[in-house]
């Protein structure tokens, strides 16, 4: 059975998402601040390895209009690495305002500043993580403008 995790990428700190064993509820899992290519990769290891996770979901911000930036390649070199490391299968998926999305939801706990951004990026990745499932775990995508994402439901 597959073991998925989502990966909201950034250049600081990482945040992790996982899907309960039926495949349809995303829960945060956990944030990880980077250290450098070898205690990543040794990090990254060890936690595919303890939970037994085979297949990977890397986010991409997509820009609103369907185009990729820098910070869409430099997740896509991420999810490349991470692949090369732990020999996860890899997949891309849109991650559009999941960051916003998260600040949303934890604006309205009790929890805080400091809190709240500790748990923004698993959050974010959970997002993200749980529209891939809700879309019916999709192997490729193209990225779209937002306009056409909005009419397809995807959000």
């Known amino acids: 059975m597959a073991r998925w995790m989502g990966v909201d990428y950034g250049d600081k700190r990482i945040g992790l998402a996982q899907v309960d064993d039926d495949l349809k509820i995303c829960v945060p899992w956990q944030n990880y601040t980077r250290r450098g290519p070898d205690v990543d990769s040794d990090y990254f ?15 991409i911000p997509v820009r609103t209009t369907g185009k990729e930036g820098e910070k869409a390649k430099a997740a896509r070199k991420f999810g490349a690495w991470l692949k090369g490391v732990t020999g996860l299968e890899v997949y891309f998926w849109d991650e559009r305002f999941t960051t916003a999305e998260a600040d949303a939801l934890l604006a309205n706990t009790k929890l805080p500043k400091k809190k709240r951004k500790a748990r923004r990026d698993m959050i974010a990745a959970q997002l993200m993580l749980q529209d891939f499932v809700s879309a019916g775990f999709p192997r490729t995508w193209k990225p779209d403008p937002l306009d056409d994402v909005l009419t397809a439901g995807r959000f």
């Open 45 to 59: 290891r060890a936690i595919i390895r303890a939970e037994g996770i085979t297949k990977a979901v890397v986010g």
